[in-house]
């Protein structure tokens, strides 16, 4: 009997799971559509990388026991917000905003949480744009409104992201005084460079219009 009852609870989680594997999916495919709409367009593919993931039962109960939340999947569904995540990494700071801007608009798109670590880095330097966004997904038995992390970010900020979750993890957690500033001030480099990309960037495009119009 207790196998049954393990059985039954395996089969709730995995269909709990399917869910966001399948908000996961819109959202990947809205993103997909904006990019493919962008190169027929203008020629222009403003996304770099689109990944995304889905939080592993182990991480899903690490964070339910972190948050201190009761372990029942309607508290779970309310309060772990982030089970489904897409990335968005983009070449310049104004496509991951233009990308933002059209994803969230987007009717059938409910925006439930927004936080602009680009405009407010984290003290550690992070800077990311992210939307805790909800996205309708029609099963058999009707619509259910599934939330997606989407975090939308340049290549440069992915970078440090990227190095920084490593060290993160190599020191579990606790990284020495030094490499914390060390990351911090690579964080302010990253987005130095990300201004100076964008200006070359821009005055190129001037400049070819410029030699088009002579
Ligand atoms: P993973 O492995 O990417 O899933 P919460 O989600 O409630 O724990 P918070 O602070 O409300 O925390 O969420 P927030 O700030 O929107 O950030 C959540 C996600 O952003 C993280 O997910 C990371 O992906 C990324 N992130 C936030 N801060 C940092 C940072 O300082 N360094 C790096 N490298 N990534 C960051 P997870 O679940 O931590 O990780």
Redesign the pocket.
């Known amino acids: 009997e207790a196998i049954e009852e393990a059985r039954q609870l395996r089969d709730e989680f995995q269909r709990f799971l399917r869910e966001y594997e399948f908000g996961m999916r819109e959202v990947e495919t809205k993103i997909s559509i904006l990019r493919d709409e962008f190169l027929y367009n203008h020629a222009y593919n403003p996304i770099e990388h689109l990944k995304s993931?889905l939080?592993s039962p182990d991480s899903i109960v690490e964070?339910v026991a972190r948050k201190g939340i009761e372990p029942d999947f309607d508290t779970i569904r309310r309060e772990i917000t982030?089970i489904a995540?897409v990335r968005v990494t983009c070449s310049f700071v104004t496509d991951v905003y233009r990308l933002f801007d059209l994803f969230t608009r987007q009717d059938d798109v409910t925006v439930r949480v927004v936080?602009d670590y680009i405009a407010n880095p984290?003290p550690?330097g992070?800077r990311?744009l992210?939307v805790i966004a909800e996205v309708p997904v029609f099963l058999s038995t009707g619509p259910v409104p599934v939330p997606v992390?989407v975090?939308f970010r340049t290549i440069a900020m992915d970078f440090w992201?990227?190095l920084?979750?490593k060290i993160?993890y190599k020191f579990d957690g606790r990284v020495p005084g030094h490499l914390v500033q060390s990351l911090t001030d690579a964080a302010d480099a990253a987005g130095e460079l990300d201004q100076r990309m964008e200006r070359l960037h821009r005055e190129a495009h001037e400049s070819g219009h410029r030699v088009l119009e002579a």
């Open positions: 993931r939080k964070k982030d995540g936080k984290k550690n992070y990311s992210h992390e975090q992201a990227s920084e979750h993160h």
